[in-house]
C-alpha cells in the first residue's frame, strides 16, 4: 500500500489558481490509479478527479471540469492537481488517494482505508 502526503495549498482569491503535489511512496507507485478527494465544511468528503496508471485516462466531477487538470509523474511518485479559476466553493481539504482500479473513485470516498493528512485550499471571494 502506498503512503501519501499532499502539499501545495493556500489562500488564494477567487479566480486565482494552486497546484496541489501529492507524493507516494513505494515502488508499485505506476501501478495504482491516482485521484483526489475534498470535504468542506459540515460536508460529505466527494469525488474531485482521477487519473489511471498510465496517465492515458483522466475523469473529472462536474464542478470542477474545464478548471481543474489531473496528471502523473511516474518517475518521480507525483500526482498533481493544477487548479485555475478557483471559486469560493472550492474551498476545502483536499486528499489524495490511490486505487489498483479507477473505479474505485466513481464508488465514493468509503472505498478508501487509508488518508494521507490532505492539504487546505481557501479561496476568498
Known amino acids: 500500500q502506498v503512503q501519501l502526503v499532499e502539499s501545495g495549498g493556500g489562500l488564494v482569491q477567487a479566480g486565482g489558481s494552486l497546484r496541489l503535489s501529492c507524493a507516494a511512496s513505494?515502488?508499485?507507485?505506476?501501478?495504482?490509479?491516482m485521484g483526489w478527494f475534498r470535504q468542506a465544511p459540515g460536508k460529505e468528503r466527494e469525488f474531485v478527479a482521477a487519473?489511471?496508471?498510465?496517465?492515458?485516462?483522466?475523469y473529472y466531477a462536474d464542478s470542477v471540469k474545464g478548471r481543474f487538470t489531473i496528471s502523473r509523474d511516474n518517475a518521480k511518485n507525483t500526482v498533481y492537481l493544477q487548479m485555475n479559476s478557483l471559486k469560493p466553493e472550492d474551498t476545502a481539504v483536499y486528499y489524495c488517494?490511490?486505487?489498483?482500479?479507477?473505479?474505485?473513485?466513481?464508488?465514493?470516498?468509503?472505498?478508501?482505508?487509508?488518508w494521507g493528512q490532505g492539504t487546505q485550499v481557501t479561496v476568498s471571494s
Open positions: 488517494a490511490a486505487d489498483r482500479e479507477v473505479v474505485a473513485f466513481f464508488n465514493g470516498p468509503t472505498e478508501f482505508g487509508s
Open positions: 513505494g515502488r508499485t507507485f505506476s501501478t495504482y490509479a
Open positions: 487519473i489511471s496508471w498510465s496517465g492515458s485516462n483522466t
